[in-house]
């Protein structure tokens, strides 16, 4: 696996840093002796997973069908945010992706969300929301070509299962559709090509030989996976100037709108994903300084397209992804200075929720170092970690807010503890970071144990 692949298995879709072990808070000096009425105070501080189980919320389960009462809670903790951000702690566990399914089927049934965010490509959201409206193409065929590289761990029986139910959804209720809509910028299919060039052929036929001159050589001709690959290889020059050129079809569109506002606010946003991947692999992924910038760059990104499709279709949001992606503060400064959530939360302030997903042991899918996927185990969570802790909680599967948490349960969630950040290579260099959880996440489901989801291809 070449050193330019690997640190982007490494880095595109999982965080990546590595992090220095921060010092518990607590552990500064001796605390002072303490009063009496202090005394319950203290011993809870070293029992808060009994702070917790008070007010933790069981599920019943963690797979999509059955009854929903168990959600209700979390319901109450959604309230009235329009976007949210439901993380996982491995990127192809099936527990996370069957909570994904159940967690956004309650919003869509009782909270009335209606769009699946993913970090899958824009283009690739275009053809999955084609298909849950009116069917078209076949669900395998275009997960199989969609989901490749490092985008193969949605490739899953179980997002397949979470599709196939959107889509049943959309025959039964036709006139109040659930969407789905790819927020990331690690490819820009063919069809953004053909959306831009059939709007300027239709709206702004004099902007047609000029687009075309900007895209020269752009549009994907072969997989995905390989078109990536060989995108990588030109010289940075040549993919600095690239960006240069997809950026002046940008500002063309935006220049010459057309009579139809709509079509035309669409075809700008089309345009916009092919820049916002050029310009993400403008970046020199060689030289170690420019990482952080362009890890910025992306979640940035994955921020503007959700905050575009909730502007433009009114939609409450489910937005899938990793941990440190959906955080309101990132895992690793290092590498990710600024991250998905944090940006939501600035543009939507409490209108953004953040929920993580953690767990104590299980197995998981992720590429090995040679670049092959494989299946890994990892064993219950050791003393010290938030897993440990969250694990001795009085309930199998539970979700808890962490914004009203009995106070000795908060001087534990203010305190940095490690926990598992698992991406799409393992060993990663991110693997444990400490991280504070109130500072973190709104809300938090832990999962007692995991499997490894079940991948498709």
């Known amino acids: 696996m070449n050193t330019r692949k690997f640190l982007l298995t490494t880095l595109l879709?999982?965080?990546?840093?590595?992090?220095?072990?921060?010092?518990?808070?607590?552990?500064?000096?001796?605390?002072?002796?303490?009063?009496?009425?202090?005394?319950?105070?203290?011993?809870?501080?070293?029992?808060?997973?009994?702070?917790?189980?008070?007010?933790?919320?069981?599920?019943?389960?963690?797979?999509?069908?059955?009854?929903?009462?168990?959600?209700?809670?979390?319901?109450?903790?959604?309230?009235?945010?329009?976007?949210?951000?439901?993380?996982?702690?491995?990127?192809?566990?099936?527990?996370?992706?069957?909570v994904k399914h159940r967690v956004f089927r309650y919003l869509v049934e009782e909270k009335g969300f209606r769009t699946f965010a993913l970090e899958a490509a824009w283009s690739s959201g275009l053809r999955i929301d084609a298909y849950l409206l009116r069917g078209e193409g076949d669900l395998k065929q275009i997960m199989d070509e969609e989901f490749q590289g490092t985008y193969r761990w949605w490739n899953n029986a179980e997002y397949r299962d979470l599709l196939q139910w959107m889509r049943a959804y959309?025959?039964?209720?036709?006139?109040?559709?659930?969407?789905?809509?790819?927020?990331?910028?690690?490819?820009?299919?063919?069809?953004?090509?053909?959306?831009?060039?059939?709007?300027?052929?239709?709206?702004?036929?004099?902007?047609?030989?000029?687009?075309?001159?900007?895209?020269?050589?752009?549009?994907?001709?072969?997989?995905?996976?390989?078109?990536?690959?060989?995108?990588?290889?030109?010289?940075?020059?040549?993919?600095?100037?690239?960006?240069?050129?997809?950026?002046?079809?940008?500002?063309?569109?935006?220049?010459?709108?057309?009579?139809?506002?709509?079509?035309?606010?669409?075809?700008?946003?089309?345009?916009?994903?092919?820049h916002q991947m050029t310009t993400l692999y403008a970046f020199d992924f060689d030289d170690p300084q420019s990482i952080p910038d362009a890890m910025r760059y992306r979640d940035q990104v994955m921020a503007e397209n959700v905050a575009w499709w909730r502007q433009r279709t009114g939609d409450r949001i489910l937005v899938g992804a990793h941990n440190g992606h959906v955080a309101l503060k990132t895992y690793a400064p290092a590498s990710h200075p600024k991250v998905q959530g944090e940006f939501l939360r600035e543009r939507l302030g409490a209108g953004y929720l953040s929920i993580g997903l953690a767990f104590d042991h299980g197995t998981f899918n992720a590429f090995n170092h040679d670049g092959a996927p494989e299946r890994f185990t990892t064993g219950p969570a050791a003393p010290g970690t938030a897993e440990h802790t969250l694990d001795k909680v009085r309930y199998r599967d539970f979700v808890v807010d962490l914004r009203d948490a009995p106070a000795a349960a908060r001087s534990w969630l203010a305190a940095p503890h490690t926990i598992k950040n698992i991406g799409a290579t393992y060993p990663g260099i991110a693997d444990a970071p400490q991280i504070r959880l109130t500072q973190t996440h709104d809300v938090l489901i832990h999962l007692q144990q995991v499997e490894a989801a079940r991948m498709l291809n």
């Open 170 to 274: 959309n025959v039964g209720h036709p006139g109040d559709p659930v969407r789905f809509v790819g927020d990331d910028n690690g490819f820009a299919g063919a069809e953004l090509y053909d959306k831009v060039g059939a709007y300027a052929a239709a709206a702004r036929p004099e902007l047609a030989p000029q687009l075309g001159e900007l895209y020269r050589g752009l549009r994907p001709a072969t997989d995905a996976a390989t078109y990536v690959d060989d995108y990588l290889s030109k010289p940075i020059t040549e993919r600095k100037a690239i960006a240069e050129r997809t950026g002046r079809a940008v500002e063309l569109l935006k220049q010459r709108p057309g009579a139809d506002a709509e079509a035309h606010a669409w075809a700008v946003q089309h345009a916009t994903a092919i």
């Open 13 to 98: 879709v999982p965080l990546g840093a590595t992090l220095a072990l921060a010092p518990a808070a607590s552990a500064a000096a001796p605390p002072a002796p303490p009063s009496a009425s202090a005394s319950a105070e203290a011993a809870a501080f070293h029992s808060p997973d009994a702070a917790l189980g008070r007010v933790a919320h069981p599920l019943r389960t963690t797979e999509p069908y059955g009854g929903l009462a168990d959600l209700r809670p979390l319901g109450r903790m959604v309230g009235d945010a329009t976007v949210v951000g439901l993380g996982e702690a491995t990127h192809s566990s099936h527990e996370f992706f069957t």
